[in-house]
């Protein structure tokens, strides 16, 4: 989920409860917050928290996850720990992105991570990101450690179910196709403007394929600019309430607006709330 934030660039919690309602109303079954989408890299750990216990106290049972992740393990465990004590169902923790640690290196960062904590551990493997790639071989050994339980997988190569793992699609274009490799999910961007359909494509295997070839346009024109700028500009234009960015983000062109809005009209989003 995007973390919607005040004029003034404090976080706006009325507009994040309401939000929360409407994603959860619309097709999502649980929410991230503090992920990628939710800039979670610029927000405090004292934002984060105040971010989870309202995820919690709105959620109505719904799971919520932490983005916990962060290049400093230290750091890392000390996110987690907080979002335990926060009330949240599990965390995501994505590789450790800048320091590029070794195999060994990634394999002591999630240990550590997992010994921390009782909550569930989704592994976050996202290359264009983080610069490394955990394969298949490096999922399956940390699929060994009890607590973590998934992997949101947000490469394109070498998809594959991981024995011992549930596999999250973390790319909204290749959602058909790992559910239909095994995979249990996604943990995406789009639902945000198309929730009802991408839960369509979760629950109707029948339909999969023609209901992810229909969000091919808006999904590239998302493309446009950084995800979380152009989800908050597609959210701003559908009437919520979300805010700007922190920098070193920044808002769209008015070409990228024109070029979203587009998108969003063709596939017959404006004037739905």
Request: net charge negative; charged share 20%; aromatic share 2%.
């Amino acid at each position: 989920m995007v973390t919607p934030f005040q004029k003034d660039g404090e976080l706006a919690e009325d507009a994040t409860a309401s939000l929360i309602a409407h994603l959860l109303g619309n097709g999502s079954d649980g929410l991230v917050l503090a992920g990628t989408t939710g800039e979670g890299s610029t927000l405090t750990d004292e934002e984060k928290f105040r971010l989870w216990e309202i995820g919690v106290a709105e959620a109505g049972g719904a799971p919520i996850i932490a983005g916990t992740g962060t290049n400093d393990t230290r750091h890392t465990v000390e996110l987690t720990e907080m979002a335990q004590r926060a009330g949240v169902n599990a965390v995501l923790v994505v590789t450790p992105y800048y320091n590029k640690p070794n195999r060994a290196g990634l394999v002591a960062h999630f240990s550590s991570v997992a010994e921390s904590t009782d909550l569930p551990v989704l592994l976050y493997n996202i290359p264009a990101r983080s610069v490394i790639d955990m394969p298949n071989d490096l999922l399956a050994e940390l699929a060994e450690i009890p607590n973590i339980v998934a992997v949101k997988q947000s490469r394109y190569e070498d998809l594959a179910p991981i024995e011992g793992l549930d596999l999250l699609a973390g790319n909204d274009d290749v959602l058909a196709k790992v559910l239909d490799m095994g995979g249990t999910g996604g943990i995406l961007v789009a639902s945000h403007l198309v929730g009802p359909e991408m839960h369509r494509i979760v629950e109707e295997p029948e339909a999969r394929d023609e209901v992810q070839a229909s969000l091919a346009p808006l999904l590239e024109a998302l493309t446009v600019a950084p995800l979380s700028a152009s989800v908050k500009a597609a959210l701003e234009m559908l009437g919520h309430e979300v805010g700007g960015l922190r920098l070193p983000l920044v808002a769209l062109s008015e070409d990228e607006r024109t070029h979203i809005h587009g998108a969003l009209e063709r596939q017959g989003l404006l004037g739905r709330v």
